[in-house]
């Protein structure tokens, strides 16, 4: 089988510094996707490249009615992208923001004669780099193996024949075939070893069931694992890259004498790959089985509304959008770096804050709080509003248990 699958950022200098590699982008403006759609999708897939370990060196954009069959984009495009990287020696990638068939990926490798991505591939190739424990390693392996099934006639076209030769000849199996089922059977395997791994999970989260369960949930890189670390005061990674936690994390913390079990869990993005979400559905457990969410948000992104769309349709996807849920709006130090200047005084900022307050709980139906995890503004006023929302948990939980809180 091919093994030039999810291997980005693979130029190293010596002494194993790696050297970003030098990518290009392109989107597609249809009938489905507005310029200003493409446009903040190319940003986002930007950022992605550069945690995948790529640089972005230009980005390309073609309006087209639907997407080429064989080329995704326009031949006269395809062309304009082979002579800019004729130009340039050292693109090595290129990164397509929708998902392309194996037999599109090989046209267009064909074409520019560099590595081709699409967007499912960069993730996945993200996830498979910050998988750590066995369970994390298993769902990615299994989410790769689901994508490039179907893709493999596509890769392996070279192989579409019956082997020939002394002893071979006959009806015989085609290599395509075989990798088919070598792939099949893989999935099979890795399934039956998740099954084993969730009900480790399982047994260990029944020793946790008198205690409230408060989940941290959100898009990628808003904050989540800070905020896991100021809350709980332990050392979480946190990382200014998108998916910079991939495992669940659990831990104990005591507000006073209340306890309660605090778990930060993989951030969610847009055009997620259908699959990664099915593997990843027992980490999401943690979610299913938490008393309440904290609903984390990055208040500064341009974007934050799409993102807790996206959020809130995944919650809905993994029906858990009826739990009680505290909006957690972050980063308000950068929010109003953008939106206050020196002349706008403290009351008018207090009078403009209220109305954002009012407004997004109008909009969205949960309790609110904004926060900055960096500077620790209004920290103090989450873990007030916290503390409330668990007590309510606790009461209907144990009506008749007396509680010193």
């Not at 898009?219 to 905020?227: D, E, L």
């Not at 308000?332 to 009078?351: N, P, S």
């Not at 873990?383 to 007396?402: A, F, G, N, S």
């Amino acid at each position: 089988m091919s093994n030039k699958e999810w291997n980005l950022g693979e130029k190293s200098k010596p002494k194993l510094v790696k050297e970003l590699e030098e990518a290009i982008l392109v989107g597609l403006i249809t009938q489905y996707q507005s310029e200003e759609k493409v446009n903040e999708y190319l940003a986002e897939l930007e950022f992605l490249a550069y945690t995948a370990g790529a640089k972005t060196v230009k980005k390309y954009v073609q309006k087209l009615t639907q997407p080429d069959s064989r080329t995704f984009i326009g031949k006269g495009k395809l062309e304009e992208i082979a002579t800019y990287i004729e130009l340039h020696e050292n693109i090595t990638l290129v990164i397509f923001d929708d998902d392309l068939s194996g037999k599109q990926v090989n046209h267009i490798e064909e074409a520019l004669k560099v590595k081709i991505v699409d967007r499912s591939t960069l993730i996945l190739d993200i996830f498979a780099d910050r998988a750590q424990t066995a369970q994390a390693k298993t769902q990615v392996e299994l989410a790769q193996l689901q994508y490039m099934l179907p893709r493999l006639r596509g890769m392996w076209s070279h192989l579409e024949r019956q082997r020939g030769g002394i002893g071979m000849r006959g009806p015989g199996e085609k290599e395509i075939e075989t990798d088919r089922r070598i792939v099949r059977d893989k999935i099979a395997l890795l399934k039956k070893d998740l099954e084993v791994i969730d009900r480790q999970n399982i047994t260990r989260r029944k020793h946790r069931d008198e205690l409230i369960r408060v989940a941290l949930v959100g898009y990628t890189n808003v904050g989540k694992s800070t905020i896991m670390n100021l809350l709980s005061k332990s050392d979480v990674f946190a990382e200014n890259k998108l998916f910079a936690t991939l495992d669940t994390t659990v831990r104990k913390v005591v507000f006073g004498a209340m306890p309660f079990l605090l778990s930060d869990t993989v951030g969610f993005i847009r055009k997620l790959p259908h699959h990664l979400i099915e593997s990843f559905k027992s980490t999401l457990d943690e979610v299913k089985e938490s008393d309440l969410l904290l609903h984390v948000i990055d208040l500064s992104h341009p974007q934050y509304e799409d993102h807790i769309r996206t959020v809130h349709q995944t919650l809905k996807d993994l029906e858990c959008m009826d739990k009680p849920m505290l909006m957690v709006f972050n980063k308000y130090d950068a929010y109003k770096k953008l939106h206050f200047d020196d002349l706008v005084d403290e009351e008018t900022r207090q009078e403009i804050e209220n109305e954002l307050r009012t407004k997004l709980k109008n909009n969205y139906e949960h309790d609110n709080v904004f926060i900055s995890a960096i500077t620790k503004e209004n920290i103090d006023i989450l873990r007030t509003q916290l503390t409330e929302l668990i007590q309510q948990l606790y009461l209907v939980r144990y009506p008749y248990r007396k509680r010193e809180w």
